[in-house]
Every structure is written in structure tokens, then in C-alpha cells.
């Protein structure tokens, strides 16, 4: 079935220590979403790939960083986490084209900072 | 800019019928609409694109006011799988491209 990946599906880390976060599809969608869900709130777009094009957010904090090597993958890399940086991290995919924009997310990585 | 839902939570017997708003200050391209269960991720109900259409999925469904900027979520005769939070995602651009701003959502709660 063709379906967006994302691994791990838990990950610890130590403050400060930098981490990296992966996500895959098989939908072969040109665009792939980093989003950021802290507990009862909305999630949060951090920035996305069109194919090869990188979009950050007016807002995302320098420390995430994200690469996209080829269609199918997307990594989040978080830099120097902080525990304000705990939270369910969301990839979504989107074919991207005018009329057909639905959003299809991952099953998503909880991410916790000790 | 944050679309506004309402109301922030809902509380329904099974069967009972529950309508689900989502409004915005800006002219929006496209709304989605997600429900998401504890712990997992948002699952995709659907998508209205501008132009006013109104979509159905069995007994949910949803519209859009393009004149209001307001979209709808409409289920009927609810039932216990339906409990979870309800996010509408908003685009203003056409595209796809964007990513989506999402409102804070809506809790409903299903009781038997």
C-alpha cells in the first residue's frame, strides 16, 4: 500500500544532543511537510520541500533543519534540542498540483527531551 | 493567519447529529478537514477547494461559504468511532504548495 514512513516512531534524547528525525512515501507526492504537535494543540508547519524547492516558515527556529536527498525522503534534524522541543513531529505528503492538494500525513515521531 | 473552529468541544449521545464551524479573516483557497484520535496522527476526511461545492463521505460531510470564508463539517447520526479531535487546515494560495494553518480544533465526544 502506498503510504508515508516515518521512523522512529518514539525517539529520546538528551538536551542538547542533536537528533535526527526520518520520513519516507511511496506516493511518489512532490511535496513533503515537517509539522511540529505539542499536546491538545494544533500542529504546526515548520517548512516543506516542492520536489527539491525548500519553504521555511517565518517562524521555524534555526535549530531544525530539514533535508530532502530525494523524492521519497525527508529528514528533520534537530540541532541542539531543548525540552521545549518535546512534542509529536508530523511529516506530511501532497501531490502539490492545482485541484489536488490533499495532505496525507504519517503515523508521526514522539520526540522526548530529558 | 489561525483559522477560528468552533465550538471547542462537543459532547454527543450516538445518533445525535453535530455541526463543526471553521472560519477565517482572509480569502482561503482550499479547506481541510481532519480527525485526529489520541496519540496518532491526523487522518484526512476531506478537501474543499473555493467555489462554494459542498462534499459528503457517508454521514459526514462538509461545505464552504466562499462569500463568508467559512467552512462546515456536518455529521449526522454519529457514532462512537467518530470521538476525537476535528482539525480544519486552511490554504490561501492555490497550489498545494503551502502547507496548511490549522485551527485549534474541536473535541467530540461520542457517548453511548
Known amino acids: 500500500d502506498a503510504m508515508v514512513i516515518q521512523n522512529p516512531r518514539y525517539q529520546v534524547t538528551q538536551f542538547g544532543k542533536p537528533v535526527t528525525l526520518s520520513c519516507s512515501q511511496t506516493?511518489?507526492?512532490?511535496?513533503m511537510y515537517w509539522y511540529q504537535q505539542k499536546s491538545s494543540q494544533a500542529p504546526k508547519l515548520l517548512f516543506h520541500y516542492y520536489d527539491k524547492d525548500f519553504n521555511n516558515e517565518a517562524d521555524t527556529p534555526d535549530n531544525f533543519q530539514s533535508r530532502r536527498p530525494n523524492t521519497s525522503f525527508c529528514f528533520l534534524d534537530i540541532r541542539s534540542p531543548g525540552l521545549g522541543d518535546a512534542a509529536m513531529y508530523l511529516c506530511?505528503?501532497?501531490?502539490?498540483?492545482?485541484?489536488?492538494?490533499?495532505?496525507?500525513f504519517g503515523p508521526g515521531t514522539r520526540l522526548l527531551v530529558l | 493567519q489561525q483559522p477560528v473552529q468552533s465550538p471547542q468541544a462537543v459532547i454527543l449521545r450516538e445518533g445525535e447529529d453535530a455541526v463543526i464551524n471553521c472560519s477565517s479573516s482572509k480569502a482561503l483557497y482550499s479547506v481541510h478537514w481532519y480527525r485526529q484520535k489520541h496519540g496518532e496522527a491526523p487522518v484526512f476526511l476531506m478537501i474543499l477547494l473555493k467555489g462554494g461545492e459542498q462534499k459528503g463521505h457517508e454521514k459526514i460531510s462538509a461545505s464552504f461559504n466562499e462569500k463568508k470564508q467559512q467552512s462546515s463539517l456536518y455529521l449526522t447520526a454519529s457514532q462512537l468511532s467518530y470521538s476525537g479531535t476535528y482539525f480544519c487546515?486552511?490554504?490561501?494560495?492555490?497550489?498545494?504548495?503551502?502547507?496548511?494553518?490549522f485551527g485549534k480544533g474541536t473535541h467530540l465526544i461520542i457517548q453511548p
Open positions: 506530511a505528503t501532497s501531490r502539490g498540483l492545482a485541484g489536488d492538494v490533499s495532505e496525507y
Open positions: 487546515g486552511t490554504e490561501l494560495s492555490g497550489g498545494g504548495a503551502d502547507g496548511l494553518t
Open positions: 506516493l511518489n507526492h512532490n511535496v
